[in-house]
């Protein structure tokens, strides 16, 4: 398992062997806003692997894989970790599935279950 970082993490499965992104892994929410919650997160100091994903409600984002190649997520389904009613709270725990067009059209099916700081803004 790749580590490095801080508390928060966003283990990402799909890729080869499992991974974690530890440089600043955020979910943030913005209510009645009209924007998308988002996840996002990078392995070290901002460079790829990174994730940059729109969750509700438009779905889209872009996966940066361990070779730096840009990923097109074309579908996201996100759901709260075990055992929680909800992503958010005092910090944001969950698993996001993504399916990603990528490099050619290869597609890569990903999991990046998530223990994020959680970020909201009520507009």
């Not at 499965?13 to 990078?42: K, M, N, Q």
């Not at 894989?65 to 009613?85: E, F, M, N, V, Y």
Request: net charge negative; glycine share 10%; charged share 20%.
């Amino acid at each position: 398992m790749i580590t490095a970082g801080n508390d928060y993490w966003i283990r990402v499965e799909g890729e080869g062997a499992p991974f974690e992104l530890r440089d600043a892994p955020v979910f943030f929410y913005p209510i009645a806003c009209d924007a998308d919650a988002h996840l996002s997160g990078c392995y070290r100091d901002g460079l790829a692997p990174c994730l940059s994903a729109n969750v509700t409600p438009t779905n889209t984002g872009t996966y940066y894989d361990r070779d730096g190649d840009a990923w097109q997520l074309t579908s996201t389904s996100i759901k709260p970790a075990a055992g929680q009613d909800s992503v958010g709270g005092e910090r944001a725990d969950g698993v996001l599935e993504v399916d990603a067009v990528g490099p050619e059209g290869a597609t890569l099916h990903l999991v990046f279950t998530f223990q994020a700081k959680y970020r909201t803004v009520i507009c």
